[in-house]
């Protein structure tokens, strides 16, 4: 066996069961072609199984069959690989919008616009127009929500917008200001008008650095109720 092969399999060997492998695991070994060669190899021996481009995972034999990687693991995997966030239906069904089980995640990070499958998860990867900042990927979630408002599945735009509103009140000042601050950057107009009439009716000062980054004669028509967004009318929702 040849040193990059030995260097292969014993770092194969080093990981845990049920982790999702990628030519990144080997990026400190300076042969690429041999490291895809080598594990090329190792799936046509059974050494390992290939669950998507690049993507391969070692089998877990149980008197059930074998066992691939859990979704975590792979999620977990094209976030590292991405080094991005998983936004839409999966996320708004963990936010508790929409009891919609989703089967395919999208994904914003550095690769370019496809799509894709691993194991059963299909995958959209959506190329980021923002720098992504792990800690702040919450945020940009909540407003990736607004943005969806009207199509967030087995809901009501008043029932999705109550609950984001509920989790906007918890955030921190410091949460709020970068909330706002990505909203004015990377978020169309409805969307700054929305967080705009939440923070309007929590009595929050920073809502005017969202009015100004809109046109007065524009008029936004979502479907909210006075009820549930008791300012739209100050921020032209009709």
């Not at 190792?42 to 859990?70: D, H, M």
């Not at 936010?95 to 299909?122: D, E, S, W």
């Amino acid at each position: 066996m040849s040193t990059i092969a030995s260097q292969v399999k014993n770092r194969i060997d080093s990981f845990q069961v049920g982790k999702v492998i990628a030519y990144s695991d080997f990026e400190d070994i300076s042969n690429t072609q041999a490291v895809a060669l080598f594990l090329s190899r190792l799936v046509k021996a059974g050494t390992l199984k290939r669950i998507g481009k690049g993507k391969y995972y070692v089998p877990e034999e149980t008197k059930f069959g074998s066992i691939g990687p859990s979704e975590s693991a792979i999620l977990e995997s094209i976030m590292k690989e991405t080094g991005g966030y998983i936004t839409g239906p999966s996320v708004y069904n963990a936010l508790g919008l929409t009891t919609q089980v989703a089967n395919r995640i999208t994904v914003v990070g550095n690769k370019f616009p496809r799509k894709a499958q691993l194991g059963k998860i299909k995958v959209r990867y959506v190329q980021a127009k923002f720098p992504i900042i792990k800690e702040d990927v919450y945020l940009l979630q909540l407003l990736d929500a607004i943005k969806d408002i009207r199509t967030i599945m087995d809901t009501t735009i008043d029932d999705s917008i109550d609950k984001i509103k509920a989790k906007i009140r918890k955030l921190d000042e410091n949460q709020i200001s970068k909330i706002i601050d990505y909203a004015t950057k990377y978020y169309r107009p409805y969307v700054r008008a929305t967080l705009g009439a939440i923070m309007d009716e929590f009595k929050n000062p920073k809502a005017s650095l969202l009015k100004e980054t809109l046109t007065p004669l524009t008029v936004f028509k979502i479907g909210f109720s006075d009820e549930v967004l008791p300012k739209k009318k100050d921020w032209n929702f009709v």
